[in-house]
């Protein structure tokens, strides 16, 4: 069914812009009256397009806030986990923290495995102990 | 130039430096995220070690898409 049909007679369209995203918005209005939009409609859409911008981005940067900080939990665990088994190969091989990871780093590029996979059964292999 | 191929790497994989920076830090690099940034732009030279943890950090990403290893490591 026509907009003219549900009795519409103007529209104002104004774009909702969001710096930095490949996301875009707009804000439209619909009217039944035949002048159309005054200038102060105008400026007031154009007000509400403005603040919902700025709704929008506080909104990606808080996202963008949040998955970083999960990101970084997830890091700091692998991280930790290499530290240790970069510790138990260097106190086995009597070797430097960079040839620890070097070791690590060649396992898991000749096994095609996650290198903190690889450091995490180091860790287990030496918190196992000594077979009975 | 090996740091200019390292950015061609992360630009191929479509990730952010901010992205690589925490794959890298997950392995244990020990740049901030400023460093890393300036190292993938050609800004000076990085230690051996710390080069093979970025490497091995965009390497693990290509192995998830199918590549196996493509960037090459440095000797220790």
């Known amino acids: 069914m026509s907009a003219r049909a549900n009795g519409i007679r103007c529209s104002l369209s104004v774009p909702i812009k969001v710096s930095g995203s490949t996301t875009f918005a707009g804000f439209n209005l619909y009217g039944k009256a035949l002048g159309g939009f005054s200038d102060a409609d105008k400026e007031l859409c154009q007000a509400f397009a403005g603040q919902a911008s700025i709704v929008v981005a506080n909104a990606q940067a808080y996202f963008a806030a949040f998955e970083l900080s999960r990101d970084m939990a997830k890091a700091m665990e692998s991280r930790s986990e290499i530290e240790q088994a970069k510790g138990v190969l260097m106190s086995t091989h009597r070797i430097d923290a960079d040839t620890a990871f070097d070791l690590l780093r060649q396992q898991s590029q000749t096994t095609n495995r996650k290198l903190r996979d690889v450091a995490a059964d180091v860790v287990n292999e030496a918190s196992a102990g000594p077979d009975e | ?76």
């Not at chain 2, 790497?9 to 940034?37: C, H, K, P």
């Open chain 2, 1 to 76: 130039m090996n740091h200019l191929r390292l950015e061609d790497a992360r630009r191929q994989l479509g990730l952010s430096t901010m992205e690589v920076w925490v794959d890298y830090f997950a392995l244990g690099g020990t740049l901030d995220a400023i460093q890393l940034n300036g190292y993938l732009r050609g800004d000076g030279d990085i230690c051996d070690a710390d080069h093979n943890v970025l490497v091995h950090a965009l390497n693990e990403v290509f192995l998830a898409r199918g590549h196996d290893h493509p960037l090459t490591y440095r000797p220790l």
